[in-house]
């Protein structure tokens, strides 16, 4: 039977995420929506922002499940884009509401290239926090909506050495970061920028310590991890050469001159 998403985004999501695990099916929450989630900062007047798409981690073996569930629950297939990219994104929509739900299977690839396939079990109904970070600082035009998650994600969560219950991995990050130049590039530069907006919002004094600690906490991990030979490599090349990938939808409206650079979203 046909089930109807539901107004309020969150409890959809919520009544998505319960569903899935009820079917044995693998979907995990990144983006905004796993913040929501996860940080209680995010409701924080300075922080919260709306949501208008629920995006997810799932398992390519299990895209035929994850086809049939989503038209149960009453969502309409992106028929186009799904055939064509389906082996990788698959896209449905809340027509009602114009609502978008973005399922990446396996990996995930807009500015850097994660793959998620031994990391899906780690957490759940999202992703592990250090992979949720690291979605967010890899954005290369990196914007308000991402600036405020981030801040809510660093305030609410210490860095670790593990994927403990609630605690960022930050060796984990700093392995991804040691073997990957262009990686480390796009989040020590949004590690910083982070810091330089922090006096931009309304936080009392010991959020803002909170998060700066935490921020040098990770770059810290990031510069101290042994480099590999590729690392190396690339590093001498630097700049010269772009180390990144552009979303096609923003190949456009991105040039050199606007990177590092914040952009206000309505």
Known sequence: MTESPLADIVEETRRLVESAEKRGITLRLFGGMAIRFHCPSATHRALQR???D?????????????????????????????????????????IERGRRVDIFLDTFEMCHRFDFRNRLIIDKPTIPLADLLATKLQVVEISEREYRDIIALMYDHEVGDTDAPETINGSYLADLCADDWGLYKTLSINLSNILLALDEYPLDPQVK?????????????FENAPKSMGWRMRAKIGEKKQWYQLPERDKEIIDSRSYGERTQTQ
Not at 57 to 72: C, D, T
Not at 209 to 221: C, G, P, Q
């Open 209 to 221: 310590e909170t998060v700066h600690k935490r921020v040098d906490a990770l770059r810290s991990r």
């Open 54 to 94: 629920v995006d997810f981690m799932a398992l390519k073996k299990q895209s035929r499940e994850i086809k049939k569930f989503f038209l149960e629950m009453g969502y309409s297939p992106r028929v186009a884009f799904n055939a064509m990219s389906g082996d990788k994104r698959l896209i449905f929509n809340d």
């Open 50 to 52: 709306k949501y208008a």
